[in-house]
Structure formats: C-alpha cells, structure tokens
C-alpha cells in the first residue's frame, strides 16, 4: 500500500484535564511524530517542552490564545506556533474547543549545527493571513499556497498550506522531502500517492514517503484546503561561522 493515511473518524482521543494529545501516522519517518491534539473550551494546557526537539502547533479550528512569559498570542484564525525549545514556558487556553495539530522533530547533531548557523526567531507565531503567498509549477492555475516555515529557517522543517476548488496539486516524487498533509475545514478532495487514490476529508492526515509521485485534487465545485509538511531526509552539512573568529 502506497498510501498512510489516518482518518478522523479513527482518531481516539483520551482527555486529562480537558486535554488530549494522541499520535498519529506511527512509524511512518524516524525523526518526526505527528499528533492531533484537542483541548476542551475553559481548558488550560501546558505541553511539554524540550532542549533538543523542535515543536510546530497548527491551531486549525477554535479560538483562545497563547500565554508566554513575554507575551500572549489571541487565536481567532488559523494559525501557528513554535516554542522556543524549553527556554521560555508557555500556556494555551481554549475560549471554544481548540483542535491542534501538533509535529515534534527530534534534532540530530547537524541539525542543531544548521539551526545555530540561520534561524528564525523562536517563540514564532503567525496567523494564517499574515503568511505569504507563494506559486509552484505543479499547482493548479487558480491554486493558492502560502508558507509558513520557509527552507533554512528551521533546520530541516518546511511548512505551508495550499487551497484551491476543482484543481489543486500534481507533484512528481521529490526524493528529497518526506511529506505530511493534514486537511483543513472543508475539504474534499482525491488524494493519489503512485497510483493508489483515497478521497481526503477535513480532519485527515496523510504522509508520502520521499520520492513518490503523488496529487491531491478537488471535482468541480470542491475544495482542497491543506496544510504541508516537509522535513529534508538528507542531514544539512554547514558549519556555524562565528562573528568573533578572526
């Protein structure tokens, strides 16, 4: 089978305190683990941080806000966060039930020798109109997509959404990225890995192995709307240059 793919429906979710975190797509990729988390409106969380791990919240449905220690963020949108590993503590609170998605990278050596070398500011946060839009030759003419982690901000990590009706995206394997896909509110569309084709729903996560050939197509008068993915399977080789060395 070509396709991983998680549905909803099949999705379990134990609460403690209002909130729930459970994996998905298990096995798929060595360095990077997926969850659909929900926290409960009038629910706080604190999720766990790491030293040596990266984190992407995707905020995809409700509203509430993050609270930092420097500063808060109000969610009324699709949007997206990413701690500042574990030097700053961090909260969420959900004003209505709050669907999150959630990718946890684990960092290699190399990894973190890229990071120190270029990296966007952590904490980051970015609300989904605040992202730029960008266009790609395997996408639809009328096909939309913004990023959200561009290539070299964040050691390996790539990130973005697309949205579009009646068309949406043709991509030849690229053999450089493993790529995941959740599917944000109202989507129905054909997702084909080689060819092997699954229709894909709101609230469906998917993964395609580096090299494969894939689409994700909406018929006349449905909606693609997703968000990407990305992590380099290959490690970065770069050596941090210093301001102070002679």
Request: one cysteine or more; proline letters at 4%.
């Amino acid at each position: 089978m070509a396709i991983d793919i998680t549905k909803r429906e099949d999705i379990a979710l134990e609460f403690h305190d209002g909130y729930a975190r459970t994996e998905v797509l298990k096995g798929v990729y060595p360095l990077v683990k997926t969850y659909k988390c929900l926290l409960k409106a009038g629910h706080t969380a604190e999720p766990e941080r790491y030293s040596d791990k990266i984190q992407v919240f995707s905020f995809t449905s409700g509203t509430g806000y993050i609270c930092g220690e420097k500063k808060a963020y109000n969610i009324e949108e699709l949007s997206f966060y990413i701690p500042d590993f574990d030097h700053e503590k961090f909260s969420i609170y959900a004003a209505e039930d709050m669907e999150i998605v959630l990718w946890v990278i684990d960092m290699l050596e190399s990894d973190r020798a890229a990071y120190e070398d270029t990296h966007m500011v952590l904490p980051s946060f970015k609300r989904f109109s605040e992202c730029e839009p960008y266009d790609q030759s395997c996408k639809g003419p009328h096909t939309q997509s913004w990023t959200v982690i561009a290539d070299g901000n964040l050691a390996r990590v790539l990130m973005g959404v697309v949205k579009a009706e009646g068309e949406g995206t043709k991509e030849r394997g690229h053999a450089e990225v493993a790529q995941w896909n959740y599917c944000l509110p109202g989507s129905d569309f054909h997702f084909t890995v080689e060819e092997e084709t699954v229709n894909h729903y709101e609230g469906d996560f998917s993964y395609v192995t580096a090299g494969l050939d894939h689409s994700l197509i909406a018929d006349p008068g449905k909606t693609v709307f997703y968000i990407w993915f990305e992590h380099w399977v290959e490690e970065k080789k770069i050596n941090p240059q210093s301001y102070e060395a002679k």
